[in-house]
Nanobody, 126 residues
Framework: VQLQASGGGLVQAGGSLRLSCSASGPTFGRSRYATLGWFRQAPGKEREFVAAIMWSGGTTRYGDSVTGRFTISRDNAKNTVYLQMNSLKPEDTAVYYC?????????????????WGQGTQVTVSS
């Protein structure tokens, strides 16, 4: 599975950004519970769960710090997952990564994800 993340950039606090993650490869989506997650990591901090979506069925989950502000969605035809980020705060500044797991039950644990994109920088200025 190959993942390509894009859409990061510099935005003022209160602004919005939409990240995209395109997935490809012969094995992607074969698992009924295939999960695509977004994580972020700021300098000096641990990798943090942001959001996840089950590829089949579209079940979603969010990290506490982004609930109500971020929305994860998918376009099955394009094999692409989006992360709409609204009401951005300076503390959202981080490198954002998309990743794929073959199961759902560990969606918030980055250590369970086997495939990762290259990361895209999001910087929110105050």
């Amino acid at each position: 599975v190959q993942l390509q993340a894009s859409g990061g950039g510099l935005v003022q606090a209160g602004g919005s950004l939409r990240l995209s993650c395109s997935a490809s490869g012969p094995t992607f989506g074969r698992s009924r519970y295939a999960t695509l997650g977004w994580f972020r990591q700021a300098p000096g901090k641990e990798r943090e769960f942001v959001a996840a979506i089950m590829w089949s069925g579209g079940t979603t989950r969010y990290g506490d710090s982004v609930t109500g502000r971020f929305t994860i969605s998918r376009d099955n035809a394009k094999n692409t997952v989006y992360l709409q980020m609204n009401s951005l705060k300076p503390e959202d500044t981080a490198v954002y990564y998309c990743a794929v797991d073959s199961t759902w039950h560990r969606y918030a644990d980055w250590r369970g994800y086997g495939y990762w994109g290259q990361g895209t920088q999001v910087t929110v200025s105050s």
